[in-house]
C-alpha cells in the first residue's frame, strides 16, 4: 500500500519551483548579509566586501541554477577539511584515520584549545582546526601540496583552483593560534609528522581559491555517493562518503551545527572565507557571502539555506 502522506520528492518537483525558491533564498540571504561583519583575524580576508553573496546548484541530472557572485574567487578555509578528511580516509582508511582523530561534536569554537588540552588527547572531530591539523598530519609525508590541489580539483571540477598568494601569506604571519595547536598536539605525542610541515601544509590547504559553482561541484559528488554524475566516475568510496556527510551534519557548521541540524538538516560545511558547501538530496549547493555570523558561518548563506530547506523539504529527516 502506497503511503499517500509522503512528501513530494526533490526529483518530481517543477523546475519553475525549484528555480523560483532558490530565487527566494539569493534576495532573503543579500538582505541578511548587513547583520554579518567579515572575518578579521586573518587580515586578507578583512578585504573581502560584506555584501557580495552567491548561490550555485547542481543537480545530478545536469541543471544548474546561478545567483549572485558565483565566478568570484575567495578561500576555501575550513571547507578544505572536506577535501582533506576525504584524502585521509583514501590513503590511511577509516582506522588508520580515526585512531588519531574522534567524531564527537566538540561544542566549542572551531579554533579553541579547551577540550584538546584538558579532556582528551586526541582532537574531537577532523572539522574543528585541531582534528582538521591532526588529519593533515598523516597525509604530510604521503601527498604533497600539488596532489592535494589536484584532488581538490577533481572534486570541485574547477581546474581555476590554486594557491591564493595573499591569503597564504596573511595565514602564515597571523596563524600562532594554529601554531599553538600543531605543538599542543606534538606536545602529546600524537601528531604524526613534522609541525611545521604539517601547519605549513594546512595554511596552504585553508588558502585554495574556490567558487560558489566549485563548491556546489563538490556538494554533487558528495550527495551522489561519491560518484561523479558527469563523468560517472567514482571519487570516493561511498563508505567513505557515509563517514564525510555524517561528520558535516554533526561538527560541520562549527559550534552552531545542532542548531544548523535542526533547522536546515543538510550535510554542509562552512568556512570563514564566506563559503558554505551543503550535499543535499539529488544536488550540490554552493554558496559565497563574506559576511559572517557569531559563530563564523556566511549569514546570508545559513539563511538561503534554511529557505531552501523548508520550501523544498530537503531537511534529511523530512519523510
Given at each position: 500500500?502506497?503511503?499517500?502522506?509522503?512528501?513530494?520528492?526533490?526529483?518530481?518537483?517543477?523546475?519553475?519551483?525549484?528555480?523560483?525558491?532558490?530565487?527566494?533564498?539569493?534576495?532573503?540571504?543579500?538582505?541578511?548579509?548587513?547583520?554579518?561583519?567579515?572575518?578579521?583575524?586573518?587580515?586578507?580576508?578583512?578585504?573581502a566586501d560584506p555584501t557580495s553573496f552567491g548561490l550555485y546548484m547542481l543537480d545530478e541530472g545536469g541543471g544548474s541554477l546561478s545567483f549572485?557572485?558565483?565566478?568570484?574567487?575567495?578561500?576555501?578555509?575550513?571547507?578544505?577539511?572536506?577535501?582533506?578528511?576525504?584524502?585521509?580516509?583514501?590513503?590511511?582508511?577509516?582506522?588508520?584515520?580515526?585512531?588519531?582523530?574522534?567524531?564527537?561534536?566538540?561544542?566549542?569554537?572551531?579554533?579553541?584549545?579547551?577540550?584538546?588540552?584538558?579532556?582528551?588527547?586526541?582532537?574531537?572531530?577532523?572539522?574543528?582546526?585541531?582534528?582538521?591539523?591532526?588529519?593533515?598530519?598523516?597525509?604530510?609525508?604521503?601527498?604533497?601540496?600539488?596532489?592535494?590541489?589536484?584532488?581538490?580539483?577533481?572534486?570541485?571540477?574547477?581546474?581555476?583552483?590554486?594557491?591564493?598568494?595573499?591569503?597564504?601569506?596573511?595565514?602564515?604571519?597571523?596563524?600562532?593560534?594554529?601554531?599553538?595547536?600543531?605543538?599542543?598536539?606534538?606536545?602529546?605525542?600524537?601528531?604524526?609528522?613534522?609541525?611545521?610541515?604539517?601547519?605549513?601544509?594546512?595554511?596552504?590547504?585553508?588558502?585554495?581559491?574556490?567558487?560558489?559553482?566549485?563548491?556546489?561541484?563538490?556538494?554533487?559528488?558528495?550527495?551522489?555517493?561519491?560518484?561523479?554524475?558527469?563523468?560517472?566516475?567514482?571519487?570516493?568510496?561511498?563508505?567513505?562518503?557515509?563517514?564525510?556527510?555524517?561528520?558535516?551534519?554533526?561538527?560541520?557548521?562549527?559550534?552552531?551545527?545542532?542548531e544548523f541540524g535542526v533547522r536546515v538538516g543538510i550535510p554542509a560545511k562552512s568556512g570563514v572565507g564566506g563559503g558554505l558547501v551543503c550535499?543535499?538530496?539529488?544536488?550540490?549547493?554552493?554558496?559565497?557571502?563574506?559576511?559572517?555570523?557569531?559563530?563564523?558561518?556566511?549569514?546570508a548563506a545559513v539563511q538561503a539555506m534554511e529557505h531552501i530547506s523548508e520550501k523544498l523539504s530537503l531537511h534529511v529527516f523530512d519523510y
Amino acid at each position: 500500500m502506497k503511503n499517500k502522506n509522503k512528501k513530494q520528492s526533490v526529483y518530481t518537483r517543477s523546475a519553475e519551483l525549484v528555480e523560483r525558491v532558490f530565487s527566494e533564498a539569493y534576495y532573503i540571504g543579500k538582505a541578511s548579509a548587513a547583520k554579518g561583519v567579515v572575518a578579521s583575524y586573518i587580515p586578507e580576508l578583512a578585504k573581502a566586501d560584506p555584501t557580495s553573496f552567491g548561490l550555485y546548484m547542481l543537480d545530478e541530472g545536469g541543471g544548474s541554477l546561478s545567483f549572485g557572485e558565483t565566478e568570484t574567487r575567495f578561500s576555501i578555509q575550513s571547507i578544505c577539511k572536506v577535501i582533506i578528511l576525504a584524502a585521509a580516509l583514501k590513503y590511511r582508511g577509516f582506522r588508520g584515520t580515526f585512531d588519531h582523530v574522534m567524531m564527537e561534536p566538540s561544542g566549542d569554537a572551531f579554533n579553541s584549545i579547551l577540550k584538546l588540552d584538558m579532556r582528551s588527547n586526541l582532537p574531537f572531530n577532523p572539522m574543528i582546526n585541531a582534528g582538521a591539523i591532526q588529519t593533515v598530519s598523516l597525509l604530510t609525508d604521503v601527498l604533497s601540496f600539488d596532489e592535494l590541489t589536484a584532488f581538490a580539483r577533481e572534486l570541485c571540477h574547477d581546474e581555476g583552483i590554486a594557491l591564493d598568494e595573499a591569503v597564504y601569506k596573511s595565514e602564515f604571519e597571523s596563524g600562532d593560534r594554529n601554531r599553538a595547536i600543531v605543538y599542543l598536539l606534538k606536545s602529546k605525542g600524537v601528531l604524526m609528522a613534522d609541525p611545521d610541515k604539517t601547519v605549513d601544509l594546512y595554511f596552504k590547504m585553508c588558502s585554495l581559491s574556490v567558487t560558489a559553482r566549485s563548491l556546489a561541484s563538490l556538494g554533487l559528488v558528495i550527495s551522489n555517493g561519491g560518484v561523479d554524475p558527469l563523468s560517472g566516475g567514482r571519487l570516493i568510496e561511498s563508505a567513505h562518503v557515509r563517514t564525510i556527510k555524517s561528520l558535516m551534519f554533526t561538527c560541520g557548521m562549527y559550534d552552531f551545527s545542532g542548531e544548523f541540524g535542526v533547522r536546515v538538516g543538510i550535510p554542509a560545511k562552512s568556512g570563514v572565507g564566506g563559503g558554505l558547501v551543503c550535499a543535499a538530496h539529488g544536488m550540490g549547493i554552493g554558496l559565497y557571502g563574506p559576511a559572517l555570523d557569531p559563530f563564523g558561518n556566511s549569514i546570508a548563506a545559513v539563511q538561503a539555506m534554511e529557505h531552501i530547506s523548508e520550501k523544498l523539504s530537503l531537511h534529511v529527516f523530512d519523510y
